[in-house]
């Protein structure tokens, strides 16, 4: 069965870090951008941070320098290494997959809920 599957997420203080992890399918990890989106409530799920197939990375300017994604190939798994976090990085996080060919749909999983709070 193709999915993504979210773990990691969780409450921490201001400061503090989180690592959150994304195993995809066998069918979709070596085919598939995969990337970190987040939405919190009441505005629209935004990138985070998202590892290409070609091994390049690009993350959103809210996160740099404060965020890591890495690819796994071994354990067809993506991680977001979060540290430093803010108040305003809490959200609902998404695992998203995205076909590095056309002709092929989009993936998501269920989401992760990160909260960030003293």
């Known amino acids: 069965q193709e999915q993504l599957v979210e773990s990691g997420g969780g409450l921490v203080q201001p400061g503090g870090s989180l690592r959150l992890s994304c195993v995809a399918s066998?069918?979709?990890?070596?085919?598939?951008?995969i990337g970190w989106y987040r939405q919190a409530p009441g505005k629209q799920r935004e990138l985070v941070a998202v590892?290409?197939?070609?091994?390049?990375?690009k993350y959103a300017d809210f996160v740099k320098g404060r965020f890591t994604i890495s690819r796994d190939s071994a354990k067809n798994a993506v991680h977001l290494q979060m540290n430093d976090l803010k108040p305003e990085d809490t959200a609902e996080y998404y695992c998203?997959?995205?076909?590095?060919?056309?002709?092929?749909?989009?993936?998501w999983g269920p989401g992760t809920q990160v909260a960030v709070s003293s």
């Open positions: 998203g997959a995205e076909p590095a060919r056309p002709g092929y749909r989009v993936y």
């Open positions: 590892s290409n197939v070609g091994g390049s990375t």
């Open positions: 066998e069918t979709i990890f070596p085919m598939y951008h």
